[in-house]
Structures are given as structure tokens and as C-alpha cells.
């Protein structure tokens, strides 16, 4: 006679059938509450006013102003109907970016180096990246028309003249930079 073998009891779901074990269960002890009334329609008037401030906000930046602008707010330069007339010698720039890095000495040098018959005709605007999204809508608004200024990469040299922008592509070092921004006046 063949011998039976012993089966093996299935699993059961989880459940513990025997009560006398001393397996325990977890159980959850915290309880959800619901949130009051008031609470939740604060939270809706907190979130409406927040979304309200940011609209608002993003208007000011992007829309174009029917009223002249007096001056740059970020920067404190001159205002709009003087931009014609002088040119804007723009960098943007990063603190961690090795180029930048190697550029700032020659930038300070061609900077210095200008006299002041030169200085009377052109403004500088030095953009470091973490202040692009405030700096470059407001470069855009007074300097270009509200046109975007688009930049390549760090660090973008260019100039400013008639609502246009256009990039330098000449060398970096400072007298390479000095001729360029001289040729800028004439």
C-alpha cells in the first residue's frame, strides 16, 4: 500500500485563526480627522490670495507698462528715453563657471581702464545667474522694447543699441574688450 504523504495546510489571509497565539496584530491607532469647515474655507482664501499676489505679480513683470518707465528699479540706471542715446554693454555671468571666473580679472581691468568721456555714453548691466528671472525681465522692458534678451550660455557678452541686442564675439581679455566697448561710442 503506497504510504500517504502529509499535506501541508495553505496559508490563510493573514488572519490568525488561533486565538490563543501570541501573534499580535498591528493596528493603526491613529484616527482621521476631518478638518472643520472653517478651516478648510481659510485654507481656500489663503491659496486664492496667494494665486491672486502671483498673477499680479507676473502682470507687472511681463506685461508691457502703457506709462514710461523712470528708472530701472533693480539697478537704479538711467530711464528709457536716455537708452537711445547711450549704449548697454550687458554680462551675464555665473560664480561657478570656470570662464566667468577667468574673465572677471580682464572685465574689472577693461572696466577701469575706460575714461570718462566713454563712461558718459554707455551702461553696464552685469547679470550674475542667479538673478536672471528678476534682472533680465526688467533689461527687457527698459532696454529692448520688451523684447526677450536671449543668452547662450555664461558667460554672454553683448551690447544693447536701438532695442537690439547683439552678442560679442571678440576676445576676452581686457584690451580686446576695452577696443570693443570703445568702438561701442563712436
Excluded at 36 to 41: G, P
Excluded at 126 to 149: F, H, Q, R, V, W
Aim: charge should be positive; hydrophobic fraction near 25%.
Amino acid at each position: 500500500m503506497p504510504s500517504k504523504k502529509p499535506t501541508r495546510s495553505k496559508r490563510t489571509s493573514g488572519k490568525n485563526k488561533n486565538p490563543g497565539s501570541t501573534r499580535k496584530r498591528k493596528h493603526s491607532t491613529k484616527k482621521s480627522t476631518p478638518k472643520s469647515k472653517s478651516t478648510s474655507k481659510l485654507a481656500k482664501v489663503d491659496k486664492q490670495s496667494r494665486i491672486e499676489q502671483i498673477e499680479k505679480m507676473w502682470s507687472n513683470i511681463f506685461k508691457p507698462s502703457s506709462e514710461p518707465v523712470e528708472q530701472m528699479q533693480e539697478t537704479g540706471h538711467v530711464a528709457p528715453q536716455d537708452n537711445n542715446k547711450k549704449a548697454v554693454v550687458v554680462l551675464i555671468h555665473a560664480k561657478w563657471c570656470g570662464h566667468c571666473q577667468r574673465l572677471e580679472p580682464e572685465w574689472k581691468s577693461m572696466k577701469d581702464s575706460l575714461d570718462n568721456n566713454v563712461n558718459q555714453h554707455i551702461i553696464f548691466e552685469e547679470i550674475e545667474s542667479a538673478d536672471l528671472d528678476t534682472k533680465l525681465p526688467l533689461m527687457s522692458k527698459n532696454y529692448m522694447n520688451g523684447k526677450p534678451l536671449e543668452y547662450r550660455g555664461f558667460p554672454t557678452i553683448g551690447s544693447i543699441r536701438n532695442g537690439k541686442f547683439e552678442m560679442y564675439g571678440g576676445g576676452r581679455t581686457a584690451p580686446e574688450l576695452l577696443q570693443w566697448v570703445r568702438g561701442l561710442v563712436s
